[in-house]
């Protein structure tokens, strides 16, 4: 695989519209051919300027790229703004996650799908990128059973919510993606997903980004957010967790903290389906992808 | 070309991935293939379950469509609640339009590219259809110019506005759209587009949408609002203009009111284009499409 002194692999195109069948499922084809998924965090701090900069200069030299991104902080305001403040619930497993009504809904959609993926889309396009913005239901591309009955835990009581619209991704629809690809778009992709009866469905934004790139063999994924990777001691910036190797993965998820734990369980579920390697950097700084892909951050596998 | 019993015309396919060069922009092949723009407006009042079950129904029966949306009635109200309520200013040749500043931009993709359009796409995927939602900036889908200097009318008064992102669609990317139809979606499109220098832009949705059908050779293009059609006199529904043939367009122009005006103006270029009719229809019906093809509403050429 040729790689660049950057660390980053380049793209060593096939020729146009042949190999179509090894395409399929974005695996290299006759060239050698890499594919980089980097999913872009929606908390507060991070640099979208920063990251469309690096993405221009990744996608100049070559790279098979495609972007994920979140938008959770900036939902919380405009849901604030709105009168329809967020809630966040926790399953009777331990694990948090946002409250999604219809209305719920509706003002995600406004952000994910309007403000934050049009933002990232103009930022891609004025750097000469042809960023094409879609949402995991569009085309089907995230699709996967909604949770029609969510077991909470609220007050200590346990509760079944029935009105939500979470859920999660089983299929990616692999071959719209390659086409585009193919094509020479840059897709940025958005949840929420679509679930088998065609409806909306909140999804979390890591185990999605770990599910297209698992679908399209990806070589890496890298999850930029507002810290330098795990932490130890979050949000303690000194205890940042350097790397993570693949047999030892499991013996870490004993002592992880909850939030911790969630994105780990991610990371290890697209290594075990052959994801190279997994990169929890910081998306804050300048060049954050290329430095993620030198080994800046906690990564896992490798 | 083979029409049933509605007078909607049927699709028949040409062979998988044959006639490529002639498929490039939308025009029949070997076999004939019509395409059909709808522009579904925003205003209230208008019946989107009605519109996706008439879309579906059309989808089902092999109609090559695509879908052009507005949200101008939402945007106005989501910016009041936002605290940054609309402005819409008259330019010195008398047209009026939304003032659309950066933070005026942002709220504007908030609803149309968020809540309106993935509102849209998944009332369709709901009924089976595999729409995909973009906006005019995604893929480079609608180019044109931004007006970087708007000279407007204000109080009497002349005035030139500079931090204004609208603008105009001059070129189509017309091979994205044929490649997502060949592959089995239905485009749903909304503004803004993009200037040549990668900047987002607010454009007329009505002439985004006949841009759109000139560009792919469209048989028809339907532009469905919340009155039945252009009224001699607005908002009397009784003073629908039945039609208004391509010879005497120009002889109309004279005595239409501004806001028609703008209406006829776009069809007219449609039809200067090779667009095979314009009609402008009743959006708060049953089978609205299909009303329209059989001559429900106002039609012009054809």
């Given at each position: 695989?040729?790689?660049?002194?950057?660390?980053?692999a380049?793209l060593?195109?096939?020729?146009?519209?042949?190999?179509?069948?090894?395409?399929?499922?974005?695996?290299?084809?006759?060239?050698?051919?890499?594919?980089?998924?980097?999913?872009?965090?929606?908390?507060?701090?991070i640099?979208?300027?920063?990251?469309?900069?690096?993405?221009?200069?990744?996608?100049?030299?070559?790279?098979?790229?495609?972007?994920?991104?979140?938008?959770s902080?900036?939902?919380?305001?405009?849901?604030?703004?709105?009168?329809?403040?967020?809630?966040?619930?926790?399953?009777?497993?331990?694990?948090?996650s946002?409250?999604?009504d219809?209305?719920?809904?509706?003002?995600?959609?406004m952000?994910?799908?309007?403000?934050v993926?049009?933002?990232?889309?103009?930022?891609?396009?004025?750097?000469?990128?042809?960023?094409?913005?879609?949402?995991?239901?569009?085309?089907?591309?995230?699709?996967?059973?909604?949770?029609?009955?969510?077991?909470?835990?609220?007050?200590?009581?346990?509760?079944?919510?029935?009105?939500d619209?979470?859920g999660?991704?089983e299929?990616?629809?692999?071959?719209?993606?390659?086409?585009?690809?193919?094509?020479?778009?840059?897709?940025?992709?958005?949840?929420?997903?679509?679930?088998?009866?065609?409806?909306?469905?909140?999804?979390?934004?890591?185990?999605?980004a770990?599910?297209?790139?698992?679908?399209?063999?990806?070589?890496?994924?890298?999850?930029l957010?507002?810290?330098?990777?795990?932490?130890?001691?979050?949000?303690?910036?000194?205890?940042?967790?350097?790397?993570?190797?693949?047999g030892?993965?499991?013996?870490?998820?004993?002592?992880?903290?909850?939030?911790?734990k969630?994105?780990?369980?991610?990371?290890?579920?697209?290594?075990?389906?052959?994801?190279?390697?997994?990169?929890f950097?910081?998306?804050?700084?300048?060049?954050?992808?290329r430095?993620?892909?030198e080994?800046?951050?906690?990564v896992?596998?490798g």
């Open positions: 695989m040729a790689r660049d002194e950057h660390g980053t380049e060593v195109r096939s020729g146009q519209g042949q190999d179509c069948e090894n395409e399929r499922n974005g695996r290299q084809a006759g060239g050698m051919r890499i594919m980089l998924v980097v999913k872009i965090g929606g908390s507060e701090g640099e979208h300027e920063l990251i469309a900069d690096d993405l221009a200069e990744l996608v100049r030299k070559g790279e098979r790229l495609i972007v994920v991104h979140g938008g902080a900036l939902t919380n305001r405009v849901a604030e703004q709105l009168g329809h403040p967020p809630e966040f619930v926790t399953s009777v497993s331990g694990f948090s946002r409250r999604t219809r209305r719920t809904l509706e003002i995600f959609e952000v994910y799908c309007g403000q993926n049009k933002g990232l889309v103009e930022r891609l396009q004025r750097r000469g990128v042809n960023a094409i913005g879609l949402a995991g239901l569009d085309g089907r591309i995230w699709q996967g059973p909604r949770k029609d009955a969510i077991k909470i835990v609220r007050n200590g009581r346990r509760m079944v919510l029935r009105d619209y979470t999660k991704v299929k990616v629809n692999a071959s719209l993606l390659v086409s585009l690809l193919d094509a020479g778009y840059l897709p940025v992709l958005t949840p929420p997903a679509i679930s088998y009866e065609g409806e909306a469905s909140n999804v979390d934004g890591d185990r999605a770990a599910a297209t790139a698992v679908a399209l063999g990806a070589e890496a994924l890298v999850i957010s507002n810290v330098p990777g795990l932490l130890e001691r979050f949000p303690d910036e000194s205890s940042l967790i350097r790397n993570i190797p693949s030892r993965i499991e013996k870490f998820l004993e002592v992880a903290a909850d939030r911790m969630k994105k780990v369980m991610g990371a290890q579920e697209a290594l075990a389906q052959g994801v190279g390697r997994v990169v950097a910081d998306g804050r700084v300048e060049r954050p992808i430095r993620a892909l080994g800046e951050g906690t896992i596998g």
